[in-house]
């Protein structure tokens, strides 16, 4: 079974796939934990995203990210390897468009995976530079059980989805995966041989269940290579081994009042970020009740 589902420029434009490559979609997630669906993103929504990215983070190299990342927090960089850095971007811009976060064909992909109900939990960008060694092979979430065998054969409860914000190529490193692994239990050390990569593209979405192993590829290139992560989840599903110290989701509240009203419910979690934000600028500076 091909993990790679073409969506056509008509599917994108309509914001729903066929029903039969959504089947054949369903079933790539079912049985390898993964699957791409190329051309899912307009280029014009994905060009956004690069000239933000660009214009944010453009000029910083590997050692200015570096430097970044080893600040106490609350810091938006983090390490997540050899010239690999996780930012959780400001969602203004070409990162605050509905287009991205609440993109048509995505969630009608989602919903019947994770419910109506399903929200946004982080939306972040991983970039890699030259040079960058292959990443550790891990799962985004350990087991939520620890009875054996009960996590394996659960239902999916998460799915990250990965948008490049260039052309991937194996020489510049995608994200490699070991299809089926969302099916081991947890401490399962993978092989290497069995790892599997494609190119990918831009406009591409690389949706991961949120138990698959997977790992950065190396980047043997010679640009940076930022690939967009954005992670739905079940209602009842928070990352807070991922997450908690840093706002995985940071969307100014004049952005989220501005969303139209049925997209607000996606962007819960978002709304509490601003919120408790703006709670501690309040409380600057107010006197001290006693207890």
């Not at 995976?113 to 979430?141: C, E, F, I, W």
Request: aromatic share 10%.
């Amino acid at each position: 079974m091909d993990w790679v589902v073409a969506v056509s420029d008509e599917e994108t434009a309509q914001g729903r796939i066929h029903p039969n490559k959504a089947s054949a979609a369903y079933a790539s997630l079912q049985v390898h934990g993964c699957v791409v669906l190329r051309g899912a993103f307009a280029p014009a929504t994905i060009e956004a995203m690069h000239a933000e990215y660009v214009a944010q983070f453009g000029a910083m190299d590997s050692a200015a990210m570096e430097d970044q990342a080893g600040k106490p927090p609350p810091n938006r960089f983090f390490r997540v390897g050899d010239s690999r850095y996780e930012i959780g971007v400001r969602m203004t811009g070409g990162f605050g468009r509905p287009d991205v976060f609440a993109n048509r064909l995505l969630l009608s992909f989602l919903v019947p995976l994770l419910g109506k109900n399903l929200h946004l939990s982080s939306l972040t960008t991983v970039v890699s530079y030259p040079g960058a060694a292959m990443q550790h092979a891990h799962r985004d979430h350990p087991d939520l059980y620890f009875e054996p065998g009960v996590s394996p054969m659960q239902p999916i409860y998460a799915v990250n989805a990965a948008v490049p914000l260039i052309d991937v190529d194996l020489e510049t490193g995608p994200t490699g995966v070991w299809l089926g692994s969302h099916r081991l239990p947890d401490g399962t050390k993978p092989q290497e041989k069995d790892l599997v990569a494609r190119e990918l593209q831009r406009g591409d979405c690389l949706l991961l269940d949120y138990r698959t192993l997977h790992t950065g590829l190396p980047n043997r290139g010679t640009r940076a290579r930022p690939i967009v992560y954005m992670v739905y989840a079940r209602p009842w599903f928070f990352d807070y081994g991922n997450h908690k110290r840093r706002i995985p989701l940071d969307l100014p509240l004049e952005s989220y009042n501005e969303l139209p009203p049925p997209i607000r419910p996606l962007l819960s979690r978002a709304l509490s970020y601003g919120i408790y934000a703006r709670w501690r600028e309040a409380d600057a500076g107010a006197p001290l009740v006693p207890a």
